[in-house]
């Protein structure tokens, strides 16, 4: 049973404007986000995390937004550049378990 | 410089043979893991150790085994019992618990059989 979704599995957008990847979770337990970008044949690097007591995280061209009613998540990027093309992907824990869920990964792609 | 290193970086697997995945990491860090990657979906947990000398299953772990002797090594070997054993395997490892419990991972590893 999927506990971290992302329903869309690739999006496409002109290098310079927004990049918006979201996440939900069922896991209401969960109290901890994640993250990943992944290129090719490497493994994921962490990109930015937020606990449940925020609701934004920023990190220069990066931000993610937690609403925790709608168990949901988002990543903005802003601008994207052709070097954020990759796979992104979402992951979610309690704060003091090891263990992650992840969703199953959103492709961008981004066009000049 | 620090980081994790798995190897090999391509392996293959006749049947009923196991092999093993390398993975050694020098950040000092306590917990390790191992994934598996399928196209078009998410990573899934195999096994992780919180510390030396033990590990738990994770919730695919039928068919692999791991072993955990020394802090910066956390060996997976795909044993001839996994009936499906191509995939792209990721090893990671984390400094511990809380809110700086990141996961940093390797390059991968990819397993197909012949």
């Known amino acids: 049973d999927q506990q971290v979704k992302q329903n869309s599995p690739s999006l496409s957008v002109q290098e310079g404007r927004i990049s918006i990847l979201n996440c939900d979770y069922t896991n209401s337990m969960f109290d901890y986000f994640l993250w990943y970008k992944k290129y090719p044949a490497e493994g994921p690097t962490f990109l930015i995390s937020i606990s449940s007591i925020k609701d934004k995280n920023e990190d220069g061209r990066f931000t993610v937004f937690l609403n925790k009613s709608a168990k949901h998540l988002s990543l903005h990027i802003v601008p994207s550049q052709p070097g954020d093309s990759a796979v992104y992907f979402c992951a979610a824990r309690q704060i003091n378990d090891y263990k992650l869920s992840f969703g199953a990964g959103t492709t961008v792609t981004v066009r000049a | 410089d620090g980081g994790i290193t798995q190897s090999p970086k391509y392996l293959f697997r006749k049947e009923g043979q196991n092999v093993t995945l390398s993975c050694e990491q020098n950040l000092n860090h306590d917990a390790m893991y191992w994934y598996r990657q399928d196209p078009g979906q998410g990573l899934r947990l195999i096994y992780y150790?919180?510390?030396?000398?033990?590990?738990q299953k994770g919730d695919i772990a039928e068919g692999y085994s791991v072993s955990r002797e020394k802090k910066e090594s956390f060996p997976l070997t795909v044993t001839s019992a996994q009936k499906n054993p191509t995939a792209f395997y990721l090893c990671?490892?984390?400094?511990?618990?809380?809110?700086?419990?990141?996961?940093?991972f390797g390059a991968g590893t990819r397993l197909s059989v012949l």
């Open positions: 150790s919180q510390i030396v000398n033990d590990f």
């Open positions: 990671a490892s984390s400094i511990g618990r809380g809110s700086k419990n990141i996961q940093y």
